[in-house]
């Protein structure tokens, strides 16, 4: 911050000098490193703005000295044009650079978050599905934001989550709770039991030496919520420190929160009792299921309000399949955060066929 503000510093200290008795100090060169300096630290907008300024000072001073018409003065202007264009050049050439290589590093980080997460079947079961992950926008490391949808024999299984903190390590426990997952859905009759296996998981991986850094190992931990979907017209829950799903029923959106708030994977130690059974709701066909990531609820307008996710919910409604709705929720919180996201968001949405799979009712294509 210091940094940014020097430029400025010196030129107010310049024009202190020259408007007051201690005019008799040549200020040239200082004036001349106020765009040498800020195009180090402003950009190349604020390389034109700090040369404006030198500029202006400059002629400000020189009439208020009656300096014009000597060597000095345009000595000083010379100078003051050939710093300021080879700031802005140099400026503009290190802003170019920074960018393609945060273009690189982005794309690498994203090429790793592919591998471990992959897109939601747009078919599973009695189900039509959806997903949509989004990286923040305020850098270029990978998130731990982790969702996966598997038609098993016990229904449709859904798991949606966020490792605290970012990175290589985030991504490890991201890989670790989405493989336990993906193998227990289909053994674990017990919804519980799924959690469980991801939550044994993850403490396997932590006890491996070196695996996690300090801050990791001390703070660390997963919220997560598996969602399942049987024949019969109801969602069971197993929430564990996660944002409850949302359920867009008859045009209304309501959060199906748990009756005993649990601690997150890895927080086990500070609650004696945890869920001993999953929770049921109704979820009826024509019914929409939304089941997203806290980056959703806590996006904010520069006036610092959230993001009404169950609003937005209910002004797109049931129209839209899946894939439209989770664009337009994106495009609404895209307007709402001005495009700046301050952490990533991962979203499912489920709807519930309006009649067998594969009917027109059900969305299948028809002729």
């Not at 195009?39 to 009656?66: E, Q, R």
């Not at 926008?137 to 016990?154: C, F, K, N, S």
Request: glycine share 10%.
């Amino acid at each position: 911050m210091l940094m940014q503000c020097l430029p400025y510093l010196i030129a107010l200290a310049v024009l202190v000098i020259e408007l007051t008795p201690a005019h008799f100090i040549y200020t040239g060169p200082f004036l001349t490193a106020v765009p040498a300096l800020a195009a180090v630290t402003l950009g190349p907008k604020g390389t034109t703005a700090a040369a404006a300024l030198a500029l202006a000072i400059s002629v400000t001073t020189a009439t208020y000295n009656g300096a014009w018409g000597t060597l000095q003065v345009y000595s000083n202007f010379l100078a003051l044009a050939l710093v300021s264009v080879a700031g802005f050049i140099t400026s503009r050439a290190m802003q170019e650079r920074r960018q393609r290589e945060l273009d690189q590093v982005r794309s690498i980080a994203v090429a790793a978050q592919e591998v471990v997460l992959r897109p939601v079947p747009a078919c599973l079961g009695p189900l039509r599905a959806g997903s949509l992950c989004l990286a923040a926008g305020t850098g270029a490391r990978v998130g731990g934001d982790l969702y996966e949808a598997v038609q098993t024999r016990y229904g449709v299984r859904m798991i949606v989550g966020d490792v605290r903190g970012k990175g290589l390590s985030a991504v490890r426990a991201v890989a670790v709770v989405l493989g336990a997952f993906r193998e227990a859905v289909h053994y674990e009759e017990d919804l519980v039991e799924v959690m469980n296996r991801c939550a044994a998981a993850l403490r396997r991986e932590v006890s491996v030496p070196g695996a996690y850094g300090q801050e990791a190992l001390l703070e660390g931990f997963t919220t997560a919520l598996i969602a399942q979907v049987p024949d019969q017209p109801l969602v069971q829950l197993v929430n564990r420190g996660h944002p409850p799903p949302l359920l867009l029923h008859q045009g209304k959106a309501a959060p199906l929160t748990p009756s005993l708030a649990s601690p997150p994977l890895g927080l086990e130690d500070l609650i004696a009792d945890l869920p001993e059974k999953s929770e049921s709701y109704a979820f009826d066909p024509g019914d929409r299921l939304l089941l997203y990531t806290d980056g959703v609820i806590e996006a904010r307008n520069r006036g610092g309000e959230f993001f009404a996710l169950p609003e937005a919910m209910e002004g797109i409604g049931v129209g839209p399949g899946p894939l439209e709705f989770l664009e337009q929720l994106h495009e609404g919180l895209t307007l709402h955060t001005g495009g700046d996201l301050a952490d990533d968001v991962a979203m499912i949405l489920a709807d519930r066929f309006n009649g067998p799979p594969g009917s027109p009712s059900g969305g299948a294509d028809v002729d």
